[in-house]
């Protein structure tokens, strides 16, 4: 009996406790400013996965850059919200409605979680910035493969490539890739792009679609080959490799580093970040600290560039999910 | 190789510099209360200092880093023992004898043999990790799909031996956790599987949330008041606050197999620091000449799993330093790190980036060593937790329980999650199901999923690539043998038996 009643009494004091944590935790709203003394408080840059990765990388180094300059009156904090693959930190982002303090990064999942239909939330449902800088992707295989080019591929049977994730950039273009050439490799999603680079140089794997940054790491180190690129021209980093357009492919897919706000913002709020993000995006600082340290290629969209290139992205991800069967 | 000793001598004169051995201290501190603190692990620990480390100088930061790493295996054991709480998700297995033997007031050698498993299992990583790091990556990519699903299965066939008494109860607990192991998005068609429309759902369920709650909390709703209470309490002696030496040279076989087990495991891309503890407890108690003690307070069963999860974290980092690969979670936000600090993670960094590579291997022997001091220090001190009442501990520890899992996400919703595991990890307790089985399902089944599913999708569903690769047949006949002898040798024992009746008769 003394038994049974510390037992109650234990779990009337997890939920007293539980009651207190949730109290402490209640979210801060964000108020709505005036537009004449924007930005007048603390900016808010919210990434919506973890620490340590590709769009906190990105968001981090933006943040510092515009600290050395000295671009805003106010401090800007950087805060990672990550889960449910990007839709914790998107739906965030869109709860803020209307308030020009809080900011976002676009990353694949911007469009795929939305497309699945589980977050109620669009690339619609927020107001696009600017872009400040563009990844393409590298076709390479190890540097003893028998496959020298493109023409190897639709010649070979019973390739493979890794993709980081089952729907991803890489899975994207590798499907884009069998339609476009006719070759009938098979599509093997893993969980991180650290693990398609281990099994592609362990030989599990033929073929990858990776990052500049980590696929000319290799090259130089002499343990790969890159056969093609997909941005529409050639990469400064890589002159003798040929784009995919200029082989007569149609697979133009670049992984865009753009910013993005609440829907419903001030007019006057997007202009003054596309000023801030133009400076950042033409100033040396970005270029060493972010560009070239990663082997992405230099632009800046505005706005209305960038909101098309958003749409354009988002067509090309329903249509490879369409035929993946992931949405009908 | 020798020139490898010559650079690393280099190396720790450069890590003994003021910064870097204040950067060292910081993080190790960091990293052995993250560890501590249910729910927040390496990987949290790591991330939560990264923003701050990146404004130290390169070296100073990554060291910072690293000692967090490692300093977050020291610290998950503690709570382990003394609370039964594993302080993250590596320390799981340690919980299974680390806290029987607080219970039964040994929280001092118990505590005492996971710092020198830890310290041990992390010497022998480093030695291989300065000895042959770019021989063993090479060796580590040998692993690819098929050869990973053969290591499962093989595992799988070890933990067997974990169920406990009632093999139908505890094939039951192991399938539970393989169904929340596929919980979230499908690793290969990216549909989300059995997320009840919950969009909080797709990343999966962490391991933490479900071992907090499964063994921590289910032991706290459990707890009768009488344990613990100070006459009872009154007959542990005061040496037993102390590290035993005796008992943890005994323990000698369980730290070397604990220590090689964890290290080659932790070099494989995608397998982990939890599997390697599984599999090294497993091993332990297959090998014993006493496997019923395990369970009960064996001091083998703190050995092995503690060995094995430090030298994992230099398994782990071997891709990353070698190749350029990030192998798990906690080295991808690292690589995060090195990469922000300006430095290419890749196959030429010990060629360009000699010197700095050399220190910061250099600044984990000696954080290695700082760890060691700090924890024995305070063993006697975190002890004398195992006599406090637990209607005074309990509160505090669920309160912090709730802050650490909610610092890993910032989610109420893994707060509620855990309390569920917790009514879960009760409910079987009183049920008679080892919570064991439910882990280790959750640990290996994804492994095993992706391993197969992968090889189908190349072979195009021919199922004889499994035999082809000599790594994977190897694996497979080892298993055999092993799933087989036992069996074997009690038909040999009933017709020896059978003969010795006859021959009475």
Known sequence: MEKHEARKGMKRRMLLACGAVLLVMQPMLGSVARADDYPNKTMNYIVAFGVGGGSDIIARTMVKVIDEKKLIPVKMLVENRPGGSGAIGYSFINSQKGDPYYLGGVGVSFFTTPLLGKMPLSYRDFTPLAAIARSPYILAVTADSDIKSIDDIKKATGLTIGTAGAVSDPALLSHLLNKETGATIKVVPYDGEGEVMAAVLGKHLDLLFGNPNEILEQVNAGAMRALAVTSAERMTSLPDVPSFSELGYDIVHTQLRGIIMPKDVPAEAVSYWEGILKTVAESPEWRTQYVDRFNEIPIFLDSKAFEAEIAATSARYETLMRELGLIK | ?505
Request: aromatic residues 10%; neutral net charge; glycine residues 12%.
């Open chain 2, 1 to 505: 190789m020798f020139d490898s000793w010559y650079l690393l001598a280099d190396g720790l004169v450069a890590a003994s510099q003021p910064n870097v051995l204040a950067a060292i201290m910081v993080g190790a501190i960091i990293g052995l209360f993250i560890g501590a603190l249910p729910g927040l692990g390496p990987t949290a620990g790591v991330a939560i200092l990264l923003p701050v480390a990146v404004s130290f100088d390169g070296t100073s930061a990554i060291a910072a880093l690293g000692a967090v790493y490692y300093g977050a295996q020291y610290g998950g054991a503690v709570t382990a023992i003394l609370l039964g709480i594993p302080g993250d998700a590596s320390a799981t297995m340690t919980v299974i004898d680390g806290h029987k033997l607080a219970r039964n007031g040994k929280a001092g050698a118990a505590l005492g043999l996971s710092i020198a498993a830890s310290f041990i299992g992390g010497l022998i990583g480093l030695l291989l990790l300065t000895a042959f790091a770019t021989t063993i990556a090479r060796a580590a990519i040998a692993f690819g799909p098929i050869e990973m699903t053969a290591l499962m299965i093989f595992s799988l066939s070890l933990v067997s031996v974990l169920g406990g008494k009632d093999l139908n109860k505890a094939m039951m607990s192991l399938f539970l956790g393989l169904f929340i192991g596929t919980i979230g998005l499908d690793p290969m068609i990216g549909l989300p599987r059995f997320d009840f429309g919950e969009v909080r759902l797709f990343d999966g369920i962490e391991f933490s949330i479900i071992a907090v709650g499964l063994f921590g909390l289910a032991e706290m709703y459990a707890t009768p008041p009488s344990i613990g209470k100070p006459e009872e309490a009154s007959r542990f002696r005061f040496r037993e606050l102390f590290p035993d030496v005796r008992a943890t040279l005994q323990c000698w076989r369980e730290l070397g197999s604990g220590s090689l087990i964890g290290f080659f495991i932790g070099i494989l891309p995608g397998a982990g620091a939890t599997a390697a503890t599984m599999i090294a407890y497993a091993f332990a108690k297959r090998t014993s000449k006493h496997p019923e003690r395990f369970g009960h307070g064996a001091l083998e069963g703190v050995a092995a799993p503690e060995a094995a999860n430090n030298s994992a974290a230099y398994g782990n980092m071997i891709p990353m330093f070698a190749l350029g690969i990030p192998g798990s979670g906690t080295t991808a936000v690292l690589m995060g790190g090195l990469l922000m600090i300006g430095l290419q993670p890749g196959p030429m960094l010990f060629q360009t980036q000699s010197a700095f590579v050399w220190t910061i291997f250099g600044s984990f022997y000696i954080g290695n060593l700082a760890l060691v001091a700090i924890t024995i220090v305070l063993t006697p001190i975190l002890a004398t937790c195992a006599f406090v009442r637990p209607s005074f501990l309990f509160p505090g520890v669920i309160a912090i329980i709730a802050f650490g899992i909610f610092g890993i996400n910032n989610s109420m919703f893994e707060v509620m999650l855990v309390i569920g595991f917790g009514i879960l990890g009760y409910l079987m307790m009183k049920l008679d199901y080892p919570p064991v089985p439910l882990v280790l399902g959750m640990i290996l089944g994804p492994i095993l999923e992706r391993g197969i599913r992968r090889t189908l999708v190349a072979s195009d569903g021919d199922l004889s690539v499994f035999f082809k690769s000599p790594i994977a047949l190897v694996i497979l006949l080892i298993t055999l043998v092993l799933v087989v002898s036992p069996w074997l040798v009690s038909q040999r024992a009933k017709r020896q038996a059978d003969v010795a009746n006859t021959i009475a008769k």
